[in-house]
């Protein structure tokens, strides 16, 4: 099966309501790429040909040559659950290591990695394994990564 194109990007900000016509899931390595064939939950080739490489988010979306769209999913990972009293000390270890990490009010999730378990664990961290979608903060610049 020959694939169709897509070469370009509608960021999820800025799709409204527009419909998809298949979804495509992919963990946090593989929403960083320029050139690939993936395949969508329907089994369909999609031959992703961008000018740059890019950060997807959630919810973007690629734009095939005939116009329909290709939702990006965040796949579900093997993460850490990062908990404790002192979040904001934790959050700057983890970045100053520059370990991408998912920042929300009463926790981080970071990437599962033994060695920041152990890292954050030593600074008083309550630290769980868990299987989730991983969407970490952005870079500075927003450039994504």
């Known amino acids: ?3 169709l194109s ?28 320029r050139r690939k064939v993936l395949y969508t939950v329907r089994d369909q080739p999609v031959l992703v040909d961008l000018a ?11 734009v095939l040559e005939d116009g329909s769209l290709i939702e ?5 990972e093997d993460l850490i659950e990062v908990r404790g009293k002192d979040l904001i000390r934790l959050a700057w270890h983890i970045g100053n ?8 009010e009463t ?7 033994p060695v920041m378990a152990d890292l954050v664990s030593r600074l008083g961290a309550e630290v769980s394994d ?8 952005g870079g500075a610049y927003g450039l994504g990564r």
Do not use: N, W
Request: proline letters at 4%.
């Open 72 to 76: 990006v999913i965040a796949a579900e």
């Open 6 to 33: 897509a070469r370009q990007i509608l960021r999820a900000a800025e799709r409204g309501a527009a419909d998809v016509s298949d979804l495509v899931t992919l963990d946090y390595e593989a929403r960083f790429l």
């Open 130 to 137: 868990v299987s989730e979608r991983f969407l970490p903060e």
């Open 107 to 113: 926790r981080l999730l970071i990437r599962k990695d």
């Open 1 to 3: 099966m020959t694939p």
């Open 97 to 104: 290591r520059h370990t991408p990490c998912q920042i929300e």
């Open 52 to 62: 740059e490489t890019v950060s997807l988010d959630h919810g973007d979306c690629f």
